[in-house]
C-alpha cells in the first residue's frame, strides 16, 4: 500500500488548466483497480491519492501517467505502509 502526496509546485491557476485531464488520469486508475481513495489536500496545496501496488516501481510507472507529474505541476511524496489496523473486516479484505 502507497499513499502519493501532491504539493502543487505552480500557481492554482495552473493547476486548474490540467485538472480535467487530472481527473481522466484518476478515473483510468480507479477503473483499473490501482487507486483506493484520493482527494485535495485543505488548504488547497496539493492533493492525496492512496494507491494499491505490489512495489515502489509499479506506482513510479503509475505517477508517470499523471498529467501534474508530466507538466511539472506537482512534486510526489511516496509512503510505503502495510496496514495492520481496519475499521471493519470487509475494508480489510479488500485492501490486503
Same mark, same amino acid.
Given at each position: 500500500?502507497?499513499?502519493?502526496?501532491? $504539493?502543487?509546485?505552480?500557481?492554482?491557476?495552473?493547476?486548474?488548466?490540467?485538472?480535467? %485531464?487530472?481527473?481522466?488520469?484518476? %478515473?483510468?486508475? &480507479?477503473?483499473?483497480?490501482?487507486?483506493? $481513495?484520493?482527494?485535495?489536500?485543505?488548504?488547497?496545496?496539493?492533493?492525496?491519492?492512496?494507491?494499491? %501496488?505490489?512495489?515502489?516501481?509499479?506506482?513510479?510507472?503509475?505517477?508517470?501517467?499523471?498529467?501534474? &507529474?508530466? *507538466?511539472?505541476?506537482?512534486?510526489?511524496?511516496?509512503?510505503?505502509?502495510?496496514?495492520?489496523?481496519? %475499521? *471493519?473486516?470487509?475494508?480489510?479484505?479488500?485492501?490486503?
Amino acid at each position: 500500500m502507497f499513499i502519493a502526496i501532491l $504539493t502543487y509546485k505552480k500557481p492554482l491557476s495552473e493547476v486548474d488548466n490540467y485538472l480535467s %485531464a487530472h481527473r481522466e488520469y484518476l %478515473a483510468k486508475h &480507479y477503473a483499473i483497480g490501482d487507486f483506493i $481513495t484520493s482527494g485535495p489536500q485543505i488548504p488547497r496545496i496539493g492533493g492525496v491519492i492512496m494507491i494499491k %501496488a505490489n512495489n515502489r516501481e509499479a506506482v513510479d510507472a503509475i505517477i508517470s501517467e499523471d498529467p501534474f &507529474y508530466i *507538466n511539472g505541476i506537482a512534486d510526489y511524496q511516496i509512503v510505503k505502509f502495510s496496514p495492520t489496523m481496519f %475499521a *471493519n473486516d470487509s475494508l480489510k479484505s479488500f485492501l490486503e
